[in-house]
């Protein structure tokens, strides 16, 4: 795991676990769209906290950008989902752990990239969210 403040730690423990609740959800694909705006929230308060700001053009990038990342990676267990008993439980766990997961590595990555000055433009943040996004196998 990399090295970040713990004030990041706790803004990025605290928002995925929130994501994890959320991704626990017995409804499919309910927990997408409100994973999102957990995911949005994580990156804006770790922005205030290194003293930057997103414009509202790197908002947009970024909510489009984590769209497919979520959607794509919760696929599997929203499907799990449709099946009652057994398939809601383990799709449920599925998507918690996934949506644990891919937040808290999107937070350390841009945690990180912020902590170091390695985030200089919107396709920075981008790149950071697509090659985190890459890193948890589907």
């Known amino acids: 795991m990399t090295s970040v403040s713990p004030s990041s730690k706790k803004i990025i423990h ?3 676990a929130a994501a994890g609740a959320v991704g ?3 409804i499919p694909f309910a927990d997408s769209a409100l994973i999102l705006p957990i995911q949005m ?3 804006i308060k ?3 906290l290194n003293g930057k700001k997103l414009t509202s053009g ?4 970024l909510l489009t ?3 497919a990342s979520t959607i794509g990676k919760g696929l599997v267990g929203n499907l799990f989902k449709f099946f009652p008993g057994i398939g809601t439980v383990s799709g449920g766990i599925l998507n918690a752990s996934v949506a644990v997961a891919l937040t808290e590595m999107i937070g350390f990555s841009i945690a990180h990239a912020l902590e170091h000055d390695e985030i ?3 396709s920075d943040l981008l790149g950071i969210v697509g090659k985190a996004g ?3 196998k589907r």
């Open 14 to 16: 605290t928002l995925s």
């Open 24 to 26: 626990a959800a017995p």
């Open 41 to 43: 929230t994580m990156i």
């Open 46 to 48: 770790l922005y205030k």
């Open 58 to 61: 790197a908002k947009k990038g």
């Open 65 to 67: 950008a984590l769209t």
């Open 120 to 122: 200089d433009n919107v």
């Open 134 to 136: 890459r890193l948890i």
